[in-house]
């Protein structure tokens, strides 16, 4: 009798310790679940509150190239291929854009916020430049140089290129250019299919709707 009460307390403990363990992983996976729609959440929110100035009042017309804090070494940065500041403005730099069709040439803030994107374009959401995923840039549609005014010219076939803070150069060609609805967040979307591309992303004139330009390396 003895050894065949062990044997159920062992096979109680068993299944008690399986029941706990599954709940322990199921509960795990809901707060993992919770935490990605509590971001996507928050990164929707983001694009539908995002607000353009009117392009009759933009900020100054100033080079893009220059950083006041720092001319000498950004003369040198222009004259460097490839080579790319880390701050521009006191903002931490992911990445350069270049799109040659609207005569742009800007630094990439890596972080998001309405104070960055009054200094310069701004990583929006995904993962890093040139590499695998949908990397999206937000800007602002002032008339200034290093802004998104122009994006609404770009066409599908034109190309623009990415430099990474690894000083790794990344060719786009632009495969969609369309005009969405601000709750229209489709084109955050991760799903790339193993593919490297870019997300450019701005305000309509009148703030009402966003311009989508979507790249994939080539």
Not at 52 to 68: A, H
Not at 134 to 141: D, E, L, Q
Not at 153 to 168: E, P
Request: charged letters at 25%; a neutral charge.
């Amino acid at each position: 009798m003895k050894t065949k009460d062990r044997k159920i307390r062992i096979i109680l403990i068993s299944v008690a310790i399986t029941i706990f363990m599954m709940s322990f992983i199921v509960a795990n996976q809901w707060i993992v679940k919770e935490k990605t729609k509590n971001v996507d959440k928050q990164v929707k929110t983001s694009f539908v509150s995002t607000e353009n100035v009117n392009t009759g009042s933009g900020m100054p017309e100033e080079d893009t190239i220059k950083d006041s804090e720092n001319t000498t070494q950004d003369t040198s940065i222009h004259q460097t291929k490839g080579s790319i500041l880390t701050t521009y403005k006191g903002y931490p730099v992911i990445a350069k854009l270049e799109i040659p069709k609207i005569n742009l040439e800007t630094y990439v803030i890596s972080e998001y916020s309405n104070q960055a994107l009054g200094v310069s374009v701004t990583k929006f959401y995904g993962g890093n430049p040139n590499e695998v995923g949908n990397f999206c840039i937000a800007g602002h549609n002032y008339i200034t140089k290093n802004m998104f005014h122009d994006l609404k010219k770009l066409s599908i076939g034109d190309t623009f290129t990415l430099v990474d803070t690894n000083n790794h150069e990344g060719i786009y060609k632009i495969y969609l250019v369309e005009i969405v609805e601000p709750n229209e967040t489709q084109c955050l979307s991760q799903k790339t299919d193993g593919r490297i591309e870019v997300t450019l992303i701005t305000c309509t004139t009148d703030s009402s709707k966003r311009i989508i330009v979507k790249a994939v390396k080539i």
